[in-house]
DNA sequence: CAAATCCGTCAACGTTTCTTGATTCGCCCA
DNA sequence: TGGGCGAATCAAGAAACGTTGACGGATTTG
């Protein structure tokens, strides 16, 4: 356990958080939650054009958040419950209760 | 239980994953788990410019991620473990797990 | 094969975000 | 009261981001 668990690495958190941090994406996420969706279901759902949410699915994709599985014509795109696992792990050792000293610990200046 | 507690603002959300999406950010939400500390600390602790470190503050104090606190001429930063609850708990809202149909249940273009 | 449909990619543009250095504000102490 | 120190704020520029419309690739259907 060399370098124990506690520090993920930062440049993945901020690339999860980053790809959650625009409310369309947010969007996504919220009707993928319900299952599969294929593209053009979306962008009746969020009334978006369909170049803009392949932009906002690509980030979400690239950040490991979804899945996209062809059938026929139709893309259809769904969760990864690996990468909100991760996220669930990773939010839980940013929060302040995780670890704490004993107050006084750290001098000022 | 009018709207049920399934989404929750959506603007909020974004806002409290903009907040975590860098790593500057980040950086300083991991020193202060262990406890308060002042500008001119993290400014050693992360090789960054006061300025920058100021700019990076605001943006996590505006999320409400930290609080400050005046002591003389030096203010301390905390976390705020309040907000790190409502973020634990909008990321179980986005967890795919949480709410689930039965497959099939939504229909192609 | 040709037409239609679904969707990813690209270039261009405006907007937002981040960094840097200079300045200002607040507080303490001699 | 004046000087020194910690920290916020400001303006300017660079970089990253999101939107739009045009285009091209893949697939099905007539």
New binding site residues.
């Given amino acids: 356990m060399a370098t124990a668990a506690a520090a993920p690495d930062p440049s993945r958190a901020a690339e999860l958080f980053?790809a959650l941090?625009?409310e369309?994406r947010l969007g996504i996420v919220r009707r993928l939650q319900n299952g599969e969706q294929?593209?053009?279901n979306l962008?009746d759902l969020l009334d978006?054009?369909?170049?803009?949410?392949?932009?906002?699915?690509?980030?979400l994709k690239d950040a490991g958040l979804v899945h996209?599985r062809?059938e026929?014509?139709?893309?259809?795109y769904h969760l990864s419950r690996k990468a909100f696992s991760e996220l669930e792990a990773l939010v839980g050792d940013l929060t302040p209760t995780s670890r704490r000293l004993t107050v006084r610990e750290v001098s000022c200046?």
């Avoid at 026929?72 to 259809?76: L, S």
Wanted: proline share 0%; charged share 20%; with cysteine.
């Fill in positions: 980053h941090s625009d369309t294929c593209v053009c962008t978006a054009a369909q170049s803009r949410l392949s932009f906002h699915l690509r980030v996209d062809r026929g014509r139709w893309i259809h200046c």
